[in-house]
């Protein structure tokens, strides 16, 4: 383990810092331009068009999981650049699903 100094409320503390913390997968911000299926299921409806312009709200697709129908929303403004999937086809989680300019 490593050693090192935590400052809270202007307080320095000496701290050990585990191997597992260290090498843990650093965070990254999630990008909105690309549109992941966030559960396993099948898309029965698209929305949009490559090239079409969206607003933030608009929806974009309709991803069938578990008999229910979750409408996918276009989280920003912008273009379609891709589709990536087609109607009745079946998606695992985290496939990409559309992306915007």
């Known amino acids: 383990m490593e050693k090192t100094i935590l400052k809270l409320d202007d307080t320095p503390y000496e ?6 913390f260290i090498n843990r997968k650093k965070y990254t911000p999630q990008n909105n331009n690309l549109i992941f ?5 099948t898309i029965r409806n698209i929305y949009v068009k490559i090239g079409e312009k969206v607003k933030k709200g608009d929806k974009l697709l309709v ?10 929303n ?13 109607e009745n086809q079946s998606v695992a989680k ?4 559309i992306e915007i300019q």
């Open 63 to 72: 991803l069938e999981a578990m008999k229910m129908k979750n409408i996918i």
């Open 94 to 97: 985290n496939d990409l699903l």
């Open 74 to 86: 276009s989280p920003i403004n912008g273009v379609i650049k891709s589709i990536n999937v087609k």
């Open 15 to 20: 701290t050990l810092i585990p191997k597992k």
């Open 37 to 41: 299926a966030f559960i396993p299921g």
